[in-house]
């Protein structure tokens, strides 16, 4: 799996649609300081599902749409879309290409897409667990990440060790399994409680019945 293309419009500070032709390899995006340079990896974890503005340098999500200039109106929508290879079926598609996309308005509405068609950040988030592409993983690493996950706390290395061993989803599914018996028991719970309650209405209502 390798990352063919990003497609970026009205996100931070590009304004106009852009288009970045990704090829395998490594790929280097240089510039002066303040040209977008980490808008593009901004971009990227944005599009896979990141939820904390602090995160992408901003205070409210709306301050990733663009914003206007001197010469340019601000704009009413941010859109980016990731276009991964999916020849070697990493992603359980039947599609060579699987393309990523998430759209935010102004109102604060969003809209996610996987190959265009729309869908939840929960159907996003699935796709890429044990890839080592999801939010939050260990795929895009920004300044100073490297120290936050040798000083973090055990149980927060252990998700990043888990993630890149390949068993994320097997504890999600066991914590979605032991949810669903939680909930079963409390719902036997609750039925006994009514059947101990109806039994003990029987006799009176039989003593009742007969006189």
């Not at 010469?71 to 290879?85: M, N």
């Not at 996003?124 to 939010?135: K, P």
């Not at 914590?175 to 039925?191: N, V, Y």
Request: hydrophobic fraction near 35%; aromatic fraction near 6%; proline fraction near 4%.
């Amino acid at each position: 799996m390798c990352l063919k293309r990003l497609d970026i419009q009205g996100f931070k500070s590009f304004g106009d649609r852009l288009s970045l032709e990704l090829n395998p390899g490594l790929t280097v995006v240089v510039g002066p300081n303040g040209s977008g340079k980490s808008n593009i990896s901004d971009a990227i974890s944005w599009c896979l599902g990141e939820q904390r503005p602090t995160t992408l340098r901003g205070s409210r999500m709306e301050d990733i749409i663009f914003a206007g200039s001197d010469k340019r109106k601000p704009v009413g929508l941010a859109e980016v879309s990731l276009v991964l290879d999916n020849t070697s079926q990493i992603f359980s598609l039947p599609f060579n290409e699987v393309s990523i996309s998430r759209r935010l308005y102004r109102s604060g509405e969003s809209e996610y897409f996987i190959n265009k068609t729309p869908c939840r950040l929960k159907d996003i988030q699935a796709l890429f667990m044990d890839t080592g592409l999801g939010r939050g993983a260990y795929s895009i690493i920004g300044q100073g990440k490297v120290d936050e996950i040798l000083n973090s706390r055990p149980e927060e290395r252990r998700s990043v060790i888990e993630e890149a061993a390949g068993i994320v989803k097997y504890r999600h599914r066991k914590e979605e399994a032991a949810r669903k018996l939680s909930s079963a028991q409390q719902d036997l719970d609750r039925i006994s409680d009514l059947i101990d309650e109806l039994a003990a209405r029987i006799e009176p209502l039989e003593l009742e019945a007969r006189g």
